[in-house]
């Protein structure tokens, strides 16, 4: 490399569209674009090969259109100082670029040691946002309104040419730790990466997919079809947010204008795109909590919470419901399900942790990496809050505790969903799936069921000890003082905090069992 040149370094942007680091970049002269399979990362508890699988996928498809625009993607294996290091003793690199980036305590470690190497090699280093979410924010007063200024700032195109030096190999896309085909054949279910893939999910949901959208989303069964499922995509960064926000107003204005009917002429549900649209809204409400304190990947938000559970787990509880044999037909189906697919919807994610942080009584933070090996979509942002959210120990939302029982009869009622995933139970007739243990010896043995776990706990006496456990935690005015932190610091304002609701909520006696409504973060922060 004898000419300068601009390095874009994709993390978790993994697209043309709406890129400003890369559009800014080629402004500013010839681009090195480069990808790093960093072995830290890889390595991590939180990482998993179907990550790496959705990732290698994405840069088949990023390489593909860089060099349609006569570009390259260089892709490298190495600690990113270190890949840099090499770059730049190669060549004549004059400066970095890249996203904006919310993750966990390694890659926040891991961006500092690059911001060191950065001023010691005097390369620029420039970071955009990527998200609604703003660096270096106090509180959260008038969040709201920058996050709409930023969503409606105009969506950059996909450059239409891009001038890469000459004489750099481009390097492997496959990720080191992919030695082998199985997680692709083992789970034929799992999202596709890339782009192209985001919009077509994208564009599906507007044709007819999200219909019913507002209404099927908290079932397992039908939540697979009508949620947008393009949580992935946003995740390592397929589609920007903004292009999603924006993209979503404009059909929802399309539907408006055809009276609420697709293209085709199929009704669609007028709340559907509204529903959509407010979760939108949240993505970068969660992802911002993180930014502004990096510390709830390992602390709770309230730290009174801190010792409400033991630290350590108890192992035949911790493995029974990671592998769906808590003996709870539900809770079993959504987890084996999640095993296969790599997806699950919200309501089903909320009664997993519920599950596991109640009536199993485990501290978020003994399964926080076991599910987020799960997630395709593992958002660090969003998932250390809702971990802490479902598990009650924010301090300032109402604690939910869901019956598995119940949520089977409201979200499945048939039991196809627990017939689908749970095999030794497809035998069981009607909505006695729910409750297996009820069935007689002979008619266990009838339906083939016996093998099939008896409940690892009796829901009913786990959710008063529970409440017990954290009526029985002392509160006093430092807990409520801390609980005005948390508020000032990561609550929204949509609602104004009323001190006494607060106090309620710090001494945990707002206790909420299986709520009727689909979100439960109308209440919350
Ligand atoms: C314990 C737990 C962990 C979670 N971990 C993650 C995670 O790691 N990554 C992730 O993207 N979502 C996470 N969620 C939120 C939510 O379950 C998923 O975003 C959603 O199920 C993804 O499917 P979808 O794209 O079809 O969502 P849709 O319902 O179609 O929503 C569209 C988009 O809105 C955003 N969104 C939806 N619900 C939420 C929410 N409650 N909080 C924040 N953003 C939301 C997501 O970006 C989602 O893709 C978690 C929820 C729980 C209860």
């Not at 930014?291 to 787990?313: D, K, T, V």
């Not at 776990?453 to 529970?466: C, E, G, K």
């Amino acid at each position: 490399m004898t000419e300068p040149v601009q390095v874009v370094w994709f993390k978790r942007d993994l697209r043309l569209r709406d890129h400003g680091p890369l559009s800014r970049a080629l402004a500013a002269g010839p681009i090195l674009p480069l990808f790093i399979w960093e072995p830290s990362l890889l390595r991590a508890a939180d990482w998993d090969a179907l990550h790496s699988r959705f990732l290698g996928q994405s840069l088949v498809e990023l390489r593909a259109g860089l060099r349609a625009r006569g570009g390259e993607l260089f892709v490298r294996s190495g600690e990113a100082v270190e890949v840099l290091e090499s770059l730049q003793a190669s060549g004549n690199l004059a400066a970095l670029w890249s996203h904006e980036e919310t993750g966990n305590a390694l890659t926040f470690a891991r961006d500092r040691a690059v911001a060191a190497w950065a001023r010691s090699r005097q390369v620029q280093w420039t970071e955009l946002p990527q998200h609604g979410v703003i660096r270096g924010l106090r509180d959260r007063t008038g969040w709201a309104a920058r996050w709409e200024k930023q969503m409606h700032k105009p969506a950059l195109p996909a450059p239409e040419r891009v001038r890469v030096p000459q004489g750099i190999q481009p390097g492997p896309l496959r990720a080191p730790d992919l030695g082998r085909d199985d997680v692709v054949r083992d789970r034929p279910l799992v999202q596709t990466g890339g782009e192209a893939q985001a919009w077509e999910t994208f564009q599906s949901f507007f044709a007819g997919r999200g219909a019913n959208y507002t209404r099927a989303m908290s079932s397992p069964l039908e939540g697979a079809t009508a949620c947008s499922r393009i949580s992935p995509y946003l995740a390592w960064g397929c589609l920007s947010i903004r292009e999603a926000l924006q993209a979503s107003e404009a059909a929802t204005a399309d539907l408006a204008s055809r009276g609420y009917r697709t293209e085709s002429g199929e009704p669609f549900l007028r709340a559907s795109p509204r529903s959509l649209l407010g979760r939108l809204h949240w993505h970068c409400h969660f992802i911002q909590k993180l930014e502004s304190e990096p510390a709830i990947e390992h602390r709770c938000f309230h730290r009174a919470y801190e010792a409400l559970r033991p630290a350590e787990a108890d192992p035949a509880r911790l493995l029974a419901w990671c592998e769906g044999r808590t003996g709870y037909p539900l809770v079993d189906a959504c987890m084996r399900s999640l095993r296969a697919t790599g997806w699950l919807n919200f309501r089903m994610r909320a009664m997993l942790v519920s599950f596991a942080a109640y009536d199993l009584w485990l501290d978020w933070r003994i399964f926080r990496d076991y599910l987020a090996r799960q997630f395709l979509d593992y958002e660090p942002g969003i998932h250390f809050s809702q971990l802490q959210m479902q598990s009650g120990v924010t301090g300032i939302n109402a604690i939910r505790i869901y019956n598995p029982v119940k949520q089977g009869l409201d979200q499945d009622p048939a039991g196809d969903f627990i017939r689908r995933w749970v095999s030794e139970l497809a035998c069981i007739p009607g909505s006695l799936i729910h409750t297996p243990w009820r069935l007689s010896p002979l008619e266990q043995k009838e339906t083939t069921s016996a093998a099939y776990p008896s409940p690892i706990v009796d829901h009913v006496t786990a959710m008063r000890a529970a409440k017990a456990q954290i009526a029985a935690l002392r509160f006093g005015g430092t807990t409520l003082a801390e609980a005005r932190r948390v508020f000032v610091q990561h609550g929204s304002r949509r609602r104004r905090p009323d001190p006494r609701v607060e106090a309620r909520r710090a001494r945990g006696v707002e206790t909420k069992v299986s709520p009727t409504d689909p979100d439960q973060l109308r209440l919350a922060l």
